[in-house]
């Protein structure tokens, strides 16, 4: 999936998506690059959440893309993807 980027939007939608995956299920999401390493209580929390739904499991959640792998259709944002497996 790729939710909206504008603030933190694209973690309620995570979350809701979440709620759609059936066990044994995984969520994959192109998120910007704050997902994984940005300091705020929001950002920090949402990880903490990712890791529980994720069977406890933090590595591997993240992948980091190549810097700007959208420039070419204008979006300019560092990116990361999130996997879970339910």
Wanted: aromatic content about 12%; proline content about 7%.
């Amino acid at each position: 999936m790729n939710p909206p980027f504008y603030g933190t939007h694209w973690m309620d939608h995570i979350r809701h998506a979440w709620g759609f995956v059936k066990d044994g299920g995984r969520l994959v999401a192109v998120l910007p690059v704050g997902a994984s390493i940005a300091e705020t209580p929001k950002h920090l929390a949402f990880r903490r959440w990712a890791e529980r739904v994720n069977g406890g499991r933090a590595w591997g959640m993240f992948t980091d893309l190549p810097p700007e792998s959208f420039a070419e259709c204008g979006t300019r944002i560092n990116t990361v993807i999130l996997s879970l497996r339910k």
